[in-house]
């Protein structure tokens, strides 16, 4: 992390004039692991989640007078590194591989014995969704936001991460063979709302 983006107390890029009560800046810390879960869904690899997090926390710090103090700071910060991420797909031009699927293996730690739902074929299948999909069922079920949270984080309406949601739940189920009244045993609460239409109780 640079200088300007940890000099919270003062220094350069300190510059909070524009704010009124608390810091945001102060807050920034506590958002980090629901940012880089969120980077490692979108991005499927850890050494480029951590540096789109490094990316989106530094635009965040340069640019904390637009965020307007009383609104969610998560969904701000959400959508920063969401326009991030994107902003540099468009420049790469290509898709970066779960090289060590630590986002997946975040999610769920199957037991030796349960293979129904084996670590391995979930990760394949979350891994073959749509960027849009994988980014709503993150969001929406691992991160335990609610849909009008995701909604405004992705800056679409909250019908549209309903819909996206459903989808990939769909395409989870039909990619590891799934029944629609087969029980799902999973062991994880993170995948259990991912794959269910359940999201977790919201932080």
Known sequence: MTTRATSANGGAGDDTSGLSGPNPRDELVNHLPALRAFALGLTRNSATADDLVQDAIVKAWTNIEKFQVGTNLRAWLFTILRNTYYSSLRKTRREVADVDGVF?????????????????????????????????????????ASYEEAAESCGVAVGTIKSRANRGRAKLAELMKL?????????????????????????
């Open 104 to 144: 997946a293996e975040s999610l769920s730690e199957k037991p030796a014995h349960d293979g129904r739902l084996a670590m391995a074929d979930f990760r394949t299948a979350f891994n073959q969704l749509p960027d849009e999909q994988r980014e709503a069922l993150v969001l929406v079920g691992a991160l335990g």
């Open 179 to 203: 029944n629609e009244d087969e029980a799902l045993e999973l062991t994880d609460p993170a995948t259990m709302a991912v794959v269910t239409s359940k999201p977790m109780t919201a932080r």
